[in-house]
């Protein structure tokens, strides 16, 4: 059997990876902490799980509207017009399976063969994966450390030009938890408006945010009209496995994204779209509280880490991930994380798989206990303080 060509540019999400490969060091009796996988360990809210019971009890087993059922799209609607700060229409919503598909098929709506993508490095696998999967021109924009993981305009500004149809933003940001300010929005809109170009905002941690508010560069003057706003129910309310995300999208695009959900998956599953009006128009207590454990988890892994020598981490202000540099240890990101899993027990993603710029990172999510977290801190520093101390020897004889 021979393959279409297209599959070779077509990428993978690691994480899932390193889970399967941490998984079989457990089956031989191993004990592992996995820090790999970005999903909440909190339980779907109670309230959200009955709403689905209520909705298969009632026949919500059928077809639903390609776009997503009424109440569904209303309750978006409002909750991003409170939220966002733009005024949302429900007939601007497409609900689909997961935030992925948003992804999809925003690039495949609007990427002809060598249209230039810029999407943020590190960041999101997907991204680069399907820009090039339809024969786009992936071009990655550097989120830099010293920046303090924010993507730089100026930088931005360098890489776009008339051959650009899409941007991505990721605020905040996996894997490194930055968030863009309101300043650096509004230079990338005023790049936009510039060189025409769409934005794809994937805030789908917009509620998972250690400090001030959420801003959405769709907030900002004609933006609503160049920017496709990815969000779902996976982070925010612990859904993963329910698969519900949704697009706020230009009138021009509500078309064939609809035209592009018939061909895929024809609909969103009913009682799970259920379930998301419960989780819009319910009690926020649950998000609430798990953010709350969100940021003492941040704090507890955040300062062991920066206690732990050659390992510098910066502090997140938003998602669940922390991103630190170990260039100090004479290792790469990739090879420290092999080190940490057959030495130590600890499952983390080398930066590498996040783009290049991560060469030197790794990947921490912090979305397990905080029991978890100690341990796996006190199991990281048994692997890389004899590493930092022979990288600081090293380096201080070859001087």
């Avoid at 909440?40 to 799980?49: C, E, G, K, L």
């Avoid at 399976?97 to 609007?110: E, N, Q, R």
Wanted: with cysteine.
């Amino acid at each position: 059997m021979k393959l279409a060509a297209r599959m070779d540019r077509i990428g993978t999400e690691t994480a899932f990876e390193a889970a399967a490969r941490a998984r079989a060091l457990e089956a031989t009796g191993r004990s592992v902490i996995h820090l790999e996988i970005g999903e909440p360990d909190f339980d779907t809210p109670a309230n959200i799980r009955e709403a689905a019971k209520r909705a298969f009890d009632r026949g919500a087993t059928h077809y639903t509207p390609t776009a997503g059922i009424p109440e569904l799209r209303e309750a978006i609607a409002a909750d991003a017009t409170a939220r966002k700060h733009f005024a949302v229409d429900p007939g601007r919503v497409v609900v689909v399976p997961g935030g992925k598909p948003v992804m999809f098929f925003a690039i495949l709506a609007l990427v002809d063969e060598g249209d230039e993508v810029v999407y943020p490095d590190p960041g999101f696998p997907i991204y680069e994966s399907m820009a090039r999967y339809v024969g786009g021109t992936a071009v990655p924009c550097p989120i830099r450390q010293e920046n303090g993981f924010r993507l730089d305009p100026d930088e931005l500004a360098t890489l776009v030009n008339e051959r650009t149809k899409l941007v991505i933003i990721n605020s905040p940001a996996n894997p490194t938890g930055g968030v863009s300010t309101r300043e650096d929005l509004e230079k990338i809109a005023a790049l936009a408006r510039r060189y025409d170009f769409t934005i794809l905002a994937d805030e789908i941690y917009g509620r998972i945010l250690y400090e001030g508010e959420h801003f959405s560069i769709a907030s900002l003057p004609d933006m609503a009209e160049r920017t496709i706003v990815l969000d779902g129910f996976s982070k925010t309310y612990a859904m993963t496995g329910w698969r519900l995300g949704y697009a706020i999208l230009p009138e021009k695009l509500v078309t064939p994204f609809s035209r592009l959900v018939v061909n895929s998956v024809s609909c969103t599953n009913a009682a799970t779209q259920w379930a998301g009006v419960e989780a819009l128009t319910g009690p926020q207590d649950a998000v609430d509280a798990m953010v709350v454990e969100f940021r003492a988890r941040r704090d507890l892994i955040v300062n062991g880490l920066n206690e732990i020598p050659g390992v510098k981490c910066l502090m997140p202000k938003g998602a669940f991930y922390a991103f630190p540099d170990i260039s100090a240890t004479g290792l790469t990101g990739a090879e420290l994380a092999d080190r940490l899993l057959n030495e130590g027990g600890v499952s983390a993603l080398a930066g590498t798989a996040f783009g290049q710029v991560g060469k030197y990172h790794l990947r921490f999510s912090y979305a397990t206990s905080r029991e978890n977290i100690a341990e796996a801190i006190r199991r990281t520093r048994a692997v890389v303080e004899p590493l930092a101390a022979a990288a600081a020897g090293a380096a201080g004889a070859a001087r």
